[in-house]
């Protein structure tokens, strides 16, 4: 069956970069996703990569993506107080039906920011 | 605000009852989508509907069950409850149309409604 690896808890200085990784084994996975959570809230849609890219990079977030080690990567330059949140991974299969149906997600990491 | 309407935010309630769990989708989409959000299981996909009709059963329980009304909003339906159904029950919407498969894959989740089962 499909299933999303991460680790639980990264703790970070300031201003200093995260990587948050993510492990999956789904090779039929046609997009991967980065969801934050923040205190409190529901999750939102950060960004997300389709399986043909290796690279996605969205102001200080970068995604790397290798597809033959089933490896997802998000990096966060230059990161701030107001990224403490819990980041989820995900992934959706290819299949027939339409809509983001069985999208699974990781156990989510949560981001500490020291000062 | 992602536009998805949840209540209630907080309830608790004893062992072998049975709640409802409501969500309002933003306006216009018509995919609804319950997830369940443990410490121990993760954020675990539930039932999915689209446009009123079920489309897609993921890790949900005999005991919960789920419907979306003709006008989109969706209820999820608790019963005999156990301790172990203590959760943050996120509702999410999506504006995905039928025949695209996932295009962007963006839910727009609500803030969940807390369960404490006593």
Known sequence: GEDVEQS????VREG?????NCTYTDSSSTYLYWYKQEPGAGLQLLTYIFSNM??????????????KDKHLSL??????TGDSA???CAESPLYSGGGADGLTFGKGTHLIIQP | ???????PKHLITATGQRV?????PRSGDLSVYWYQQSLDQGLQFLIQYYNGEERAKGNILERF???QFPDLHSELNLSSLELGDSALYFCASSAEPETLAGVTGELFFGEGSRLTVL
């Open chain 2, 20 to 24: 409802t769990l409501r969500c309002s």
């Open chain 2, 1 to 7: 605000d992602s536009g998805v309407t949840q209540t």
């Open chain 1, 86 to 88: 819990i980041y989820f």
């Open chain 1, 16 to 20: 200093d970069s995260s990587v948050i």
């Open chain 2, 65 to 67: 069950s789920a419907q």
């Open chain 1, 8 to 11: 639980l808890f990264l703790s």
């Open chain 1, 75 to 80: 990096r966060i330059a230059d990161t701030q």
């Open chain 1, 54 to 67: 290796d690279m996605k990079q969205d102001q200080r977030l970068t995604v790397l993506l290798n597809k």
